[in-house]
């Protein structure tokens, strides 16, 4: 009868250790299919991970075929005047500003715009341009955006040149004196905004 005792008391010891093994395990979980849970979870993890990029990849090819058409346009239009290189920046900022809510509500702007609002120069310019003028003037402001970066390395020199050129309006010139950076932005601002414009004028936004 002892015997039965005892054999029965290692018996539930045994059975109560199992049962504290068993509730301390992760999550809090009973061990049972824990490993198919994570196998799940990151086989599902994958999934969606290559779905996204499928969906970049896409994206990305639907991209680059648009920038191939605006290119093959611009060139056209150009009358060869400018390199398939050229082409296809002028097409890569173009299409990428299809994609800018800001540039988007001044292209809506500039569509209601009265001629009279706008810069003598550059409408003086829209009026007698052809499309090759156009296409022209976007790869020669795509030239002058990239050039900023040189220019600009030294804002103060930038100033002190442009001021010399008598580039700067002589109301602004003590305006950018103090604040050098400042006339970067505008600079910057001004051939976006030309840029876009002659984009409008020539159907390319």
């Not at 504290?20 to 990151?42: A, D, H, R």
Request: contains cysteine.
């Amino acid at each position: 009868m002892r015997l039965l005792s005892n054999n029965f008391t290692s018996l539930a010891v045994c059975l109560l250790l199992q049962v504290v093994v068993l509730v301390s395990l992760p999550n809090g979980g009973w061990g049972f299919g824990t490993g198919t849970q994570q196998k799940e979870q990151q086989q599902q993890q994958e999934q969606e991970q290559a779905t996204t990029e499928t969906q970049h990849t896409e994206k990305e090819k639907e991209s680059m075929l648009k920038q191939m058409d605006i290119a093959a346009k611009l060139k056209e239009l150009s009358s060869n005047g400018i390199s398939n290189d050229d082409a296809l920046s002028v097409a890569g900022l173009l299409d990428a500003l299809t994609e800018d809510e800001e540039t988007l509500e001044l292209v809506r702007n500039l569509r209601k715009a009265d001629e009279g609002t706008r810069d003598p120069q550059l409408q003086a310019f829209l009026d007698s341009a052809t499309p090759t003028d156009i296409v022209i003037g976007l790869k020669q402001l795509l030239d002058e955006l990239r050039s900023l970066e040189v220019l600009f390395r030294d804002p103060q020199r930038a100033v002190d040149a442009m001021i010399e050129d008598g580039m700067i309006d002589p109301s602004r010139v003590e305006l950018y004196k103090e604040n050098p950076d400042q006339l970067a932005q505008d600079v910057q601002s001004g051939i976006y905004f030309s840029f876009v414009t002659l984009a409008v004028a020539g159907g390319f936004l």
